[in-house]
């Protein structure tokens, strides 16, 4: 696949860097050179210093012979107009544009991003994607990772396995016979350095994250079973009022009522504009690393502190000391990859990686074969994926047991015609099931091609 990425950032960096790793034809343009020598000398793609909007630079990067424009630059504008231009002058299939600006988001303005306006096939907006994310570690607290599939039926759950989990040292087939009603399936386990999709002998240990799959009914019991079954935080502190703090503020008042919700701002200005957008949400102007400022948030009495200021070094200070004031639990925002390695020795229970959940997004959209979500773990070091099973798909008609699925990769519910369906070796797959599967990054490419349309169905 020829790919032409406009923005060598974070995020553009993460893109190119997955899919250079896979083979694919890459080229990344940015109007920096400091970062497009960076992308030269550390992947193995091609790199242009220019504006991706304008219509000679996309030339010189063979938007003529381009599958996908990726447009991720740091300006909406630019990613807008680099979509329009390899639309109108060089006819690009897939064209996705990162998107921060909620006012361009607003349903009365749906109609922008059409085919007849400004034809971009998928607007990737961070703030609402991150947002939601943390929307979901505040409803399940004791969860690291939590992603939904299947429209939001099934449910993957990434929990740690702490000294006192009754479950550590059985082997997975044992649980399955002291839960058989459960509907649950660890799909993938990290352990040290090392993810991988686990056999029915394997047992988790004391340290790993786990990965489990299960219908979103299933979700609290699971959750008593690795004896983590804490309440849904409704006193909750955020630090930072941008984008993302905004939304999570108004989306908790929307759907808890009940829920205590105080902001802390850094800006007096931003601080008096949320404070009028927010109903019930307590808006304070100050600094998340004023002790004072804190103790008036009523830190020490918070389910949990979520930090979402753009500096990753405020959040990682503000969640130490929120929970050295007595805050329960701390979420972090951080956008820096080397930090989440210290952030868990400094006691910040969960993190959320920006750039992570972009990459999830879009590689969706790259996947070859009829695949619906995409969620990356681990940095890469495996893949979550959704897909659709076609009447050629090698899955379809044989019992599981007899597919022989290579190691690395490890099916975890079945979602046909409305219901949950728990996969053991007697499961068949049928054509149009939509199978959540597990798989370690050097098998994503083998999974797509189960879900790939063969020519002989057509």
């Not at 993460?14 to 080229?27: P, Y």
């Not at 930090?307 to 979420?331: H, K």
């Amino acid at each position: 696949m020829r790919v032409v990425i406009c923005g060598a950032g974070q995020v553009g960096y993460g893109i190119a860097e997955r899919l250079a790793a896979e083979e694919n034809d890459v080229t990344v343009i940015d109007t920096s050179p400091r970062l497009i020598t960076g992308i030269r000398e550390t992947l193995d793609v091609r790199g242009i210093i220019g504006n991706g909007a304008h219509p000679d630079v996309l030339a010189q990067a063979g938007a003529e012979e381009a599958d996908m424009i990726i447009a991720v630059t740091l300006y909406d504008e630019v990613n807008m107009v680099a979509c329009q231009v390899a639309h109108s002058l060089f006819n690009v299939p897939t064209k996705i544009a990162r998107v921060r600006a909620q006012s361009y988001l607003q349903p009365h303005w749906r109609d922008l991003f059409s085919r007849e306006h400004m034809p971009i096939d998928v607007v990737i907006s961070p703030e609402i994607e991150v947002g939601d994310l943390v929307l979901r570690r505040l409803a399940y607290p004791a969860a690291v990772d939590i992603v939904k599939f299947a429209d939001n039926n099934v449910l993957v759950l990434g929990l740690r396995c702490g000294d006192d989990c009754p479950v550590v040292d059985t082997p997975l087939h044992q649980l399955s016979e002291l839960f058989p009603n459960l509907g649950a399936v660890v799909v993938g386990i990290a352990r040290g350095t090392t993810v991988f999709a686990p056999k029915s002998s394997d047992s988790m240990l004391v340290g790993d994250l786990v990965y489990v799959a299960m219908h979103r009914d299933s979700v609290r019991r699971l959750l008593k079973i690795f004896g983590q079954d804490e309440p849904e935080a409704t006193r909750i502190v955020i630090a930072g009022g941008g984008n993302i703090g905004a939304y999570v503020a108004r989306m908790v008042e929307k759907a808890n009522p009940a829920a205590k919700v105080k902001v802390i701002e850094a800006s007096r200005e931003r601080a008096v504009q949320i404070a009028d957008d927010l109903e019930r949400a307590v808006v304070l102007h100050g600094s998340a690393l004023d002790q004072a400022i804190l103790s008036e948030a009523d830190v020490e009495t918070a389910d949990t502190l979520v930090a979402l200021t753009n500096e990753d070094e405020v959040n990682i200070l503000a969640c130490v000391l929120g929970r050295t004031l007595g805050a329960r639990r701390t979420l972090s925002l951080l956008n820096n990859a080397s930090y989440p390695t210290f952030a868990k020795a400094l006691g910040i229970d969960a993190y959320i990686n920006p750039r992570g959940v972009t990459v999830s997004k879009i590689l969706r959209h790259v996947r070859r074969g009829r695949i619906r979500a995409v969620h990356t773990v681990q940095n890469g070091a495996a893949e979550i994926i959704e897909a659709e099973a076609l009447d050629t798909s090698p899955l379809v008609g044989k019992p599981l047991r007899e597919l022989n699925l290579p190691a690395g990769v490890r099916i975890g519910a079945v979602f046909r015609a409305g219901k949950v369906l728990t996969p053991d070796g007697d499961t068949r797959i049928v054509a149009r099931d939509r199978v959540i599967i597990f798989a370690v990054a050097g098998r994503v490419r083998m999974v797509e091609q189960m879900f790939r349309v063969s020519l002989e169905f057509f």
